[in-house]
């Protein structure tokens, strides 16, 4: 095990919130290397999160950090990322925070595509409120809510970013480390919104998809897939079996939302306040 | 004078063109609009009056009416009297010709002049001459608009200009209207504009470089204002995908460095409430505009009202501090936008500024020295490595840094945190960061700004209490009663309220005005200061206080 400590990582003795043996801690080691190999500064890196036991993950790395309301983690990534385009932003946060709260959040940061990572701690299950149905649960878990049985399909966030031709759309096993960690620096590498739905086991309330059952249902993604082919990765994400690990679809020539929307380069912190000039010329215009 | 018309009838393109051209040839002049919630059709109005004593207040009483719909004398019955002249096209007007109407043959004249789209241009041209306003300055405006659309069709319109504006000439002395001399030689000295513009210019004027809103009646107009000139200004302009993310954007805007406003009517802060008890717990600024309109729900989306100050007072959950501004007038909005901004900055809180539709949508002038720009404070420090967001200070502010901009590292978090923004569950932590919050209430109380006075508060027995856009109509119905006895008093800070304001009060009777169906801020002053109104005077039907009726009010209040 390596113990050494790595820039992102908090003073020895910071108390941890998540369960042990909790996927989260796998997340976390992934998204630490990622960011370390890519070298990344810091002070130059903002992580955003709203609500949960996923969205706890800033709490736990030595960053900018805004940690908001649930559901709402995107909206002010966007907020930030058009007030500075210099920062990297990654938005961590979970399946309910994000595809149930947060839904028309989602739809809309995948429609402006604007640069920002976010990677979905998808345990499909509500752990923090103690095991309902989250919209990515599978049919047919029983919850204390859900009792005689989930009767929903489960929200394919990866169909969903992908029919609104999201510009970088992946998924990882928080089980694999390594193969998380170098998708997440793909995702962080990619100028755009990059969704990495990360499988991950709640070791506490869903019984159902365990360590065992990620490993008996994920599977490599298949030899020649083509990640330009929008509609290969759609066939891909929506068909029935075993789920495929890795980069469904990257699509360099989605033009950026800052670029479009004529985004300055400099911060917003930097701007200086209005002329004198200026201002008397807009009050001649009511002349 | 009121313009009436169906909606897409063209009787804002007439007003557009008046109010200008009646304010360079030196008068005072005010307007407000009511129309319908519907695109096409309907029956709406815009009333401009043309005052001495530059009087910026609905009156009731219609002196001239331009009736253009078929639905006009239905709607404006009420308004109209036996000295009222209306000026229509017979065929057009329905059943109600009588002696008061004039056959106004405008569709005649603008098929005159090239084609029926011109019978606007008839009819202002027509206003200027009954009003006997030369009609030079009205050839230069047209000149100016349709300059773009070729020399045919600015001839076109200048001759329907001049069709009408021969009409209002002739007309017999006993169907014109006397109107005050002009107050000034020239009125180029001053600006001509709407409360929407008031409050962009102060928004402007306070270094706002960023609005994300999602767009409803009547807030939008800020918006609008706002991307026009985002270019110029730098300004950002997102249109959000709802309320909620329009505040959360904002305050992600602002934590990033950003001095972000969202704008907003009654049903939509009301989405974004949690946003606001974030604002309060990250102790970040963020100037919400809310528009007010009549609710419950939907209500009456076009309509005017002055009932969300509970909302303003109460929204969020949990404890925080906040401030409340309800600009009356063009000067107000303009220096209220620019102090909540200042708040938000200095105190780290949400600040919101409580306009209503009848604020928004009314024109005015306003002296262009009299646009002032309040100082610009910065608020942001480079942080070093030792740096923590909520690190404690004897009033409780944190100096504020931004990620990016030096060594530190900069973070917020919607759980209770320390001094570093970490998430705990210390609960004397939470102690003292409660404690932390509300340290900064007594400098911000002491910021506030005092009431001010109308008429004589030293020789006053009653005070008639105000505030935001009621201010006009009150003025102007306490000098129409001339007596001492009787001053107003007008709030354009609601909360906190300013130290003095309950020895301001006290050993008057008060009376409360207030354009809603309970008296909310009557309510409010009762709690800070523990003094009672005596009466409340109310409105709800969606409509502005008229200056008719607050005499009314006054009259039967004072003279029993």
Redesign the interface.
Known sequence: MDNRQHPFDMPPGTDV?WCPGCGNYMLLKAVKGALEELGID???L?M?SG?GQAA?AP?YM????????HG?A???????R???R??VIVVESGDGDMYGEGG??F??AVRRNYDVTVIVHDNMVYGLTKGQASPTTQRCMKTTVQVTGVILEPFNPLAVALALDAPFVARAYAGNVEQTKSIIKEAISFRGFALVDVFQPCVVFNRLNTYQWFKENTCPMPDGHDHTDRMAAMKLATAPGKFPLGVFYRNEKRELYEDL????EK?????E??GEE??QA??EA?? | MVFEGAAGQGVQTITAALLPILKNSGYHVFSCTEYMSRIRGGSNTTEIRITENNRRAYARHIDLLFALSPHAFEHLQERIDDNTLIFAEKERFGDHWDDRCIDTPLTTFAVEAGGQVYSNTVAAGTVLGILGVTLDRFDDYLRGQFAGKGEEVVENNIKAATLGYDFGRRLPAARSLTIPAPAFEDGQGRLLMDGTSALGIGAIAAGCNFISSYPMSPGTGLLTFLAERAKTFGIVVDQAEDEIAAVNAGLGASYAGARAVVTTSGGGFDLMQEGISLAGMIETPIVVHIGQRPGPATGLPTRTEQADLNLALHAGHGEFARAIFAPGTLEEAIETMQRAFDLAQRFQIPVIVLTDQYLIDSVSTIGAEDVKRLPFVPSIVQTDENYRRYVFTDDGLSPRGVPGYGGGIVRVDSDEHDESGLITESFEMRRRMVEKRFKRLKPLGDAALPPSVIGRHDVAEILVICWGSTRGVLEEALDIIEDNRVAGIHFSQLFPLNPATGAMLENRRLIVIENNAQGQFADLLTRETGLSISRRILKATGEPFSVEEVVEYLKEDVHG
């Not at chain 1, 995107?74 to 930030?80: E, R």
């Not at chain 1, 911060?267 to 701007?271: A, K, T």
């Open positions: 919130a810091r002070k130059n903002v955003v609500i706890k709490q030595n960053v900018n950090m805004f940690n908001g309301l709402r995107l909206p002010a990534a966007l907020g930030i058009l007030s500075n210099e920062l028309n959040h739809l809309h929307a004529g985004i300055s911060p917003l912190y930097q701007q306040q209005a200026a201002f807009m009050l009511f002349r």
